[in-house]
């Protein structure tokens, strides 16, 4: 497995390649955390290169992309049948699936601003958001 960090449009973008194993989350799961640290907003993940061995190497991709949390919205580009696979694991809004990264390109501008849906503890107010009348 191969991976490659750059940018799509001003986006962070990763590219995956090879075969993936259910001992490779770690490696991708630490990958996508790194831009959680650097307060990200959004990245592109480009899986249409990779190969899954057996349920392990799905299940290790779903556990990766669950690992960033709603905080970053990820584009994931993907072949048909990975995609289908990762559509059974609703992920929710913050994940959202292309069938490559010239498609996620039509739908990113530089300027855009991704919302995403976060937790706040129940008593905690939100100063953020000014409340709605």
């Known amino acids: 497995m191969s991976i490659s960090v750059g940018e799509l449009i001003g986006v ?3 590219t995956v390649r090879g075969s993936m194993d259910g001992w490779h989350d770690q490696a991708v799961s630490g990958i996508l955390a790194g831009f959680a640290d650097k307060d990200a907003t959004s990245l ?14 799905v299940t290790a991709m779903v556990n990766a992309l669950r ?9 994931v ?7 289908a696979m990762l559509r059974r694991a ?3 809004p913050s994940v959202r699936l292309y069938s490559s990264t010239d498609e996620i390109a039509e739908h990113l501008s530089p300027g855009e601003d991704f919302l995403t849906s976060r937790w706040m503890p ?5 100063e953020e958001m000014p409340k709605a009348a």
């Open 12 to 14: 962070p973008r990763i």
């Open 44 to 57: 592109v993940l480009d899986i249409a290169g990779l190969v899954f061995v057996g349920p392990e190497g």
């Open 67 to 75: 690992s960033v949390g709603p905080a970053i919205c990820v584009h």
């Open 77 to 83: 580009a993907a072949s048909a049948p990975v995609a």
């Open 90 to 92: 609703r992920f929710g």
């Open 122 to 126: 129940p008593a905690q107010e939100d």
